[in-house]
C-alpha cells in the first residue's frame, strides 16, 4: 500500500524519549537506501485513522531525510493486535539498543503496566494451591521452570517470546521496583531506595543491575549514589569490586586520606576473604560428593583418578598452614 510518509506515525508504545534515534544508524540506512533503493522493510497497521508502524522508526527516519514528506513508499499493512505491537516493540529495541538498560527497562515497564492493565496483575507473585500466580491468563511455569525464582519475570519473558531471557526481565524488574518506577504490592506501595539518575549513567544492564545491588545494602542518599555513579563512570571500573570501591569512596568522603586508604585496603582484604570463602564453600561440597562416589565405588578406579586431585589438596593445605601461621595455630583453630 503506497503511503506519505508524513502519514507514517511511529509505534504507540514507543516514546522517543527513552528511545532515542540513533543518527549514526540512520546514516547507514540512508546510504543503503540511496544505493540500493528503499525495501519495505518498514511494517504498518491501520487504526483509528493512523497508519502506525510496529518496526522500522530508524529506516523511517532515513527515509525523511532523503525524501520529501509528501513523498509516498510503498509498505505492507497488516491486522496488528496492541499485544502484538508491543512485542514487536520490546524485540526491535532489544536488537537496536543491544546492552543499554534506559530502553531496556522503559520497554519491561510498558509491558508491565500493559499487562496490568488488560490482564490483571497481581503484583506480588502469591501462591494458591499448590501453584504462584502473577499474571492471569498467562502461562505459569512448569516444573523446575521457575527461573531465578522470578514468577513474573518468567511470565513476562514468554509473554514476549518463547524462550525469552527471564534473567534479564527481572533484572530489569528489579530496577524499576528499586526506583520507585512501578508499584510493589496491591496497595500501590512503591520503593525507592536507588537514584534512578544513578542507574542511567551505567553503559549496560549488567553494571546497572550491579549498581542497584550494592547500593541497597548501603544508606547513601540519592545526590551521594549519583556522585558514586559519575566515578564508577570516570574510573571506568564497573566490576563489583570497582562499584564496591566507589561506594567506600564517597562514604569516606569528608574523612582524612590517610584513614579513608586504610579503610580502603580492609575493604579490599574483606573482599578477597569473602571470594575465598565462596570457594571454600565450594570445594566443600564437591569434596562431599567425591567421599559420596569413593563410597559407592570403593575400588581402584576411584584411587587412580583421586591421585592427582590429592597432591593439589596436599598442596593447598601446606598454604593454609602457611596462611594461619604454622601448625600449632591450626591445632589452636581446631581446638
Keep these: 500500500m503506497k503511503i506519505k510518509i508524513k502519514d507514517l ?17 540512520v546514516e547507514s540506512l540512508k546510504r543503503s537506501i540511496n544505493k540500493t533503493g528503499f525495501w519495505d522493510n518498514i511494517l504498518a497497521r491501520k487504526k483509528n485513522g493512523n497508519i502506525e508502524i510496529a518496526y522500522g522508526h530508524h529506516r523511517l527516519e532515513a527515509l525523511k531525510q532523503i525524501y520529501k514528506l509528501d513523498d509516498q513508499v510503498d509498505i505492507p499493512i497488516k491486522d496488528i493486535s496492541d499485544d502484538d505491537m508491543l512485542r514487536i516493540m520490546l524485540l526491535e529495541n532489544d536488537e537496536e539498543y543491544d546492552s543499554r538498560p534506559v530502553p531496556f527497562n522503559e520497554g519491561i515497564k510498558q509491558a508491565w503496566e500493559w499487562l496490568k492493565m488488560r490482564r490483571g496483575l497481581t503484583f506480588l507473585s502469591k501462591k494458591e494451591g499448590r501453584s504462584f500466580v502473577a499474571f492471569r491468563n498467562l502461562p505459569l511455569p512448569q516444573s523446575g521452570e521457575r527461573k531465578f525464582g522470578a514468577v513474573i519475570a518468567w511470565q513476562i519473558a514468554n ?84 562499584i564496591r570501591r566507589a561506594i567506600l569512596e564517597e562514604v569516606h568522603r569528608k574523612e582524612p586520606k590517610k584513614k579513608s586508604q586504610k579503610e580502603l ?64 595455630n591450626v591445632k589452636q583453630l581446631k581446638g
Excluded at 565405588?297 to 598442596?315: G, R, T
Design 159 to 242: 509473554w514476549i517470546a518463547p524462550n525469552y531471557s527471564a534473567a534479564k526481565v527481572g533484572t530489569a524488574l528489579e530496577t524499576l521496583k528499586s526506583t520507585g518506577q512501578i508499584e510493589i504490592d496491591e496497595k500501590g506501595t512503591k520503593e525507592e531506595t536507588v537514584s534512578k539518575k544513578a542507574t542511567e549513567k551505567m553503559p549496560t544492564k549488567t553494571s546497572q543491575a550491579r549498581l542497584v545491588k550494592t547500593i541497597k545494602k548501603t544508606s547513601l542518599k540519592p545526590q551521594e549514589q549519583e556522585r558514586v555513579a559519575d566515578r564508577i563512570t570516570q574510573e571506568g571500573d564497573f566490576s563489583e569490586k570497582g
Design 265 to 328: 585496603k580492609l575493604f579490599e582484604l574483606r573482599e578477597e576473604i569473602r571470594e575465598t570463602s565462596l570457594l571454600t564453600e565450594k570445594l566443600n561440597s564437591k569434596l562431599l560428593t567425591l567421599t559420596k562416589f569413593k563410597n559407592e565405588i570403593q575400588d581402584e578406579v576411584y584411587e587412580n583418578e583421586i591421585k592427582a586431585l590429592a597432591i593439589d589438596i596436599n598442596l593447598l593445605m601446606q598454604r593454609l598452614k602457611t596462611f594461619l601461621g604454622g601448625e600449632n
Design 9 to 25: 506515525k511511529p509505534n504507540p508504545f514507543r516514546d522517543s524519549e527513552h528511545y532515542p534515534i540513533d543518527q549514526e544508524k
